[in-house]
């Protein structure tokens, strides 16, 4: 089975910093293409930040651009998603999600195949 578990979620005051993390089960990490998503209370799921396969391309949705860093480690089959300057908007729970090999992340969630659990990240005032 291929499995993805993010960890690193929790509670942040506004402005500081948390890195999410997410690993992958199975040794073709490196053929996958990910991204990184989150969800909050009453919002449907968006897009964040994506990382093509084997890394190197990288891309953010405008909210996040210039304070979240997406990367990838293929040799620890990990991929992570560093987030500075939290703001209060930034609370959602976060997934991180696969798609078979492709040179670009893909916005939409349905372009998914598979999903991790998600951690919470709780940014507060």
């Known amino acids: 089975q291929v499995q993805l578990v993010e960890s690193g979620g929790g509670l942040v005051q506004v402005g500081g910093s948390l890195r999410l993390s997410c690993a992958v089960s199975?040794?073709?990490?490196?053929?996958?293409?990910m991204g990184w998503f989150r969800q909050a209370p009453g919002k449907e799921r968006e897009f964040v930040a994506g990382v093509a396969f084997k890394g190197g391309s990288t891309s953010y949705a405008d909210s996040v651009k210039g304070r979240f860093t997406i990367s990838r480690d293929n040799s620890k089959n990990s991929v992570y998603l560093e987030m500075n300057s939290l703001k209060a908007e930034d609370t959602a729970v976060y997934y991180c999600?696969?798609?078979?090999?492709?040179?670009?992340?893909?916005?939409?969630?349905?372009?998914?195949?598979?999903w991790g659990q998600g951690t919470e990240v709780t940014v507060s005032s």
């Open positions: 199975g040794r073709t990490f490196s053929s996958y293409t």
């Open positions: 999600a696969a798609v078979r090999m492709l040179l670009t992340a893909p916005t939409a969630k349905e372009h998914y195949a598979v």
